[in-house]
């Protein structure tokens, strides 16, 4: 079968299709329900136990048909982004079309359909878990996973590969990151706070910098809350790595007038 490149189409490799199911779902029974997305001409299906329900969205009506014939079972001819879920599914799996747009669209509606514990499982670029803020917005509901894939088992293909897993928890992890947190609260500091930790501006002094800063755009003295409120403006952080290092910096470094108040000294050694 011949990909449409102008529909995203990667297909992937049918042993692949189930190593995939073997290694990461061998747990599944009659009792689950698996939402195959971007279906395809049906290798996750397929892959998929027969005594376990199995349902696939496909936007390509000649695939869709292909998949039925192929796996003898239910493929809705729909748009992922846009077409409501056709089961309550304890797993959805997939090789979505590479579009963010249709991804989140199809992890939110996953969220209001799993129950806790369970999971989507998706073959994504590398590239969706790059950036901190995207990250930290799906750790908010999901703990993440992922496992490095060789891109040249698709024939064409550029992008490094991932097998992204989304579980629904209560309390959420992030497992096989790192510095996502930190960087994502870095980044939403005050513009000229953020200058000195992220690019080309951070320097080996940046934590006495940015309490130096802070005191003279307080007018000389501040608090510490004043001088945490001052670094990260209307938007408060969630860890506390960066208050813990300017607190340190701001009782070594710098002058207490009083109980919790720190200033300016004549001369501030900012070498922390």
Not at 178 to 194: A, H, N, P, V
Not at 210 to 231: F, P
Request: hydrophobic share 40%; charged share 20%; net charge negative.
């Amino acid at each position: 079968m011949k990909r449409d490149t102008s529909l995203n189409q990667y297909f992937m490799p049918v042993w692949a299709a189930e190593q995939i199911i073997k290694h990461y779902y061998s747990h599944l029974t009659e009792k689950d329900t698996v939402l195959d997305i971007g279906t395809g001409d049906g290798r996750f299906l397929n892959a998929i136990p027969q005594h376990v329900n199995a349902v696939g969205i496909e936007i390509d009506p000649e695939l869709a048909q292909i998949a039925r014939e192929n796996t003898g079972r239910e493929v809705i001819l729909g748009n992922a982004a846009s077409t409501p879920f056709p089961v309550k599914p304890t797993l959805v799996i997939g090789n979505p079309p590479f579009e963010m747009k249709v991804v989140n669209s199809v992890i939110d509606q996953a969220y209001e359909h799993l129950d806790y514990g369970q999971e989507v499982g998706f073959v994504l670029p590398v590239y969706v878990f790059q950036t901190a803020d995207t990250v930290m917005k799906y750790a908010e509901h999901w703990t993440l996973m992922h496992d490095l894939m060789p891109r040249n088992m698709f024939e064409g293909m550029q992008k490094p590969l991932m097998f992204a897993r989304f579980v629904k928890e209560r309390q959420t992890l992030m497992l096989g990151m790192f510095l996502y947190e930190e960087t994502s609260d870095l980044l939403s500091l005050k513009k000229k706070y953020r200058m000195l930790f992220i690019g080309n501006q951070s320097s080996t002094h940046l934590w006495g910098e940015a309490v130096e800063q802070a005191l003279v755009s307080l007018g000389g003295e501040g608090s510490l809350a004043d001088i945490y409120q001052e670094i990260e403006g209307k938007r408060p952080t969630t860890t506390q790595h960066w208050k813990a290092q300017i607190r340190k910096v701001a009782q070594e470094s710098f002058y207490k007038v009083a109980r919790g108040i720190y200033s300016l000294p004549p001369r501030v050694d900012i070498a922390a």
